[in-house]
């Protein structure tokens, strides 16, 4: 059998070969602490759930959904976006749920991308914009992005001669995988850009919810004109711990909405009714988790922080994310460190040229480990220091 170019030429998800590597340490007996993927590890919150298994016994769940979702889910989208950002949708015409935002920023770019059309991708990022762009039969341009511009695109940088070819512009704040964040002035300035070359925008924004020391993040739909140009993917999963419930959103422009419902009505069915439910509970009844949740996080930031600076490792605190982003001692690779991190002490780091050839020089470490693993890998990562292999 002779599959496709298409699957052929593409690259195994970067995660899968991380968790096979876990898993098979894991079988031979070894115990691993896994900085790795951004899964948090507290449980969605309880009033979510009660509402998940309240809305599983009503027979009226169990049949299939409608690929737009429930009016009241639509509503609830719309309704938080306004109390969160101020920003006023339409919940008929500019909300779409979504079976996780993953889903919806993948199948986004047969919606506007043909054969032989460019999509810039910024390098690090999020490896499904280039993954589906190329599946789309597009390819990708990537925009680097570098501490000197703190990880945002340099958008006057990209040549004419692909700006002509160029459809669409990917970005996401705060970032995965540097933690960078961006302002409403950068969202503006993006506006601007896309107008001036009919570029369409998708802006990934996951992690608005996932914030420290009082950050407040902007939404891109803020920006005078966003509408007009662009869509916002967001998520529940990392703002209420629902990663494994597949739930998420997209808001903005109705054109561009449209178009990914009909893609997506031809091949899916939409969010299971129940799960629908919970997401409309976790976005109309109480906030105070994410709070809770972020308090969580800002402590174990701290403390990986100062352990990384400690065994000389640069990395900053971010802002928002619960990722850091942290610079490879001088003498390894990504991956060589990341290697030898797992080899001789046991803890998995993300090495940053997964993400893409402008992440090479960095690590990334996820916070969404329990406390109690966060402190063991850090005395690991303290044990690394007398054994480290190579000097830099
Ligand atoms: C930048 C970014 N976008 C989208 C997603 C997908 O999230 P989900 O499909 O769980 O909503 C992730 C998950 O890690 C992410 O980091």
């Known amino acids: 059998m002779k599959?496709?170019?298409?699957?052929?030429?593409?690259?195994?998800?970067?995660?899968?070969?991380?968790?096979q590597k876990i898993a098979e340490k894991r079988a031979k007996g070894e115990d691993v602490v896994s900085f790795g993927i951004g899964d948090p590890d507290i449980p969605t919150p309880p009033h979510i759930i009660d509402r998940l298994c309240q809305a599983a016994q009503d027979r009226a769940n169990h049949r299939y959904p409608e690929t737009e979702g429930l009016p009241e889910l639509r509503q609830a989208i719309a309704?938080?976006?306004?109390?969160?950002?101020?920003?006023?949708?339409?919940?008929?015409?500019?909300?779409?749920?979504?079976?996780?935002?993953?889903?919806?920023?993948?199948?986004?770019?047969?919606?506007?991308?043909?054969?032989?059309?460019?999509?810039?991708?910024?390098?690090?990022?999020?490896?499904?914009?280039?993954?589906?762009?190329?599946?789309?039969?597009?390819?990708?341009?990537?925009?680097?992005?570098?501490?000197?511009?703190?990880?945002?695109p340099d958008l006057d940088a990209i040549p004419d001669d692909?700006?002509?070819?160029?459809?669409?512009?990917?970005?996401?704040?705060?970032?995965?995988?540097?933690?960078?964040?961006?302002?409403?002035?950068?969202?503006?300035?993006?506006?601007?850009?896309?107008?001036?070359?009919?570029?369409?925008?998708?802006?990934?924004?996951?992690y608005t919810e996932v914030t420290f020391d009082g950050y407040q993040p902007v939404s891109f739909m803020q920006a005078d004109g966003a509408k007009e140009i662009g869509v916002e993917f967001h998520s529940l999963s990392k703002s209420y711990n629902m990663t494994g419930w597949r739930v998420g959103m997209v808001v903005g422009n109705a054109k561009m909405i449209?178009?990914?419902?009909?893609?997506?009505?031809?091949?899916?069915?939409?969010?299971?009714?129940?799960?629908?439910?919970?997401?409309?509970?976790?976005?109309?009844?109480?906030?105070?988790?994410?709070?809770?949740?972020?308090?969580?996080?800002?402590?174990?930031?701290?403390l990986v922080i100062e352990m990384l600076n400690s065994i000389g490792i640069e990395a900053k605190p971010p802002k928002a994310s619960f990722y850091i982003w942290a610079k490879v001692p001088k003498g390894y690779t990504s991956v060589d460190f990341a290697t030898e991190l797992l080899e001789k002490v046991g803890v998995v780091v993300t090495p940053g040229v997964g993400y893409g050839r402008g992440g090479e020089g960095y690590v990334r470490l996820s916070l969404t480990v329990p406390d109690a693993g966060v402190v063991k890998g850090l005395s690991r990562l303290a044990s690394w220091r007398s054994t480290r292999s190579r000097l830099g």
């Open 3 to 19: 599959m496709s170019r298409r699957v052929e030429n593409l690259p195994p998800y970067l995660f899968v070969e991380i968790s």
């Open 258 to 302: 449209d178009a990914l419902k009909r893609v997506k009505s031809n091949l899916d069915s939409g969010v299971p009714q129940a799960i629908q439910y919970a997401a409309i509970e976790a976005l109309t009844g109480s906030q105070d988790c994410i709070e809770e949740h972020n308090a969580i996080y800002q402590k174990r930031r701290d």
């Open 162 to 206: 692909v700006l002509r070819r160029a459809k669409l512009l990917w970005i996401n704040y705060p970032n995965n995988p540097t933690g960078a964040v961006a302002d409403l002035d950068f969202f503006n300035r993006v506006v601007r850009f896309a107008q001036q070359h009919d570029l369409a925008v998708c802006h990934d924004g996951p």
């Open 79 to 152: 309704g938080w976006y306004k109390s969160r950002f101020g920003v006023s949708l339409d919940a008929n015409l500019e909300v779409l749920p979504l079976i996780g935002s993953k889903e919806g920023v993948a199948h986004i770019a047969l919606c506007l991308i043909d054969p032989g059309d460019i999509a810039l991708v910024p390098d690090p990022a999020y490896p499904v914009y280039s993954v589906s762009t190329m599946l789309a039969g597009g390819r990708p341009y990537y925009m680097p992005l570098t501490e000197q511009n703190n990880f945002l």
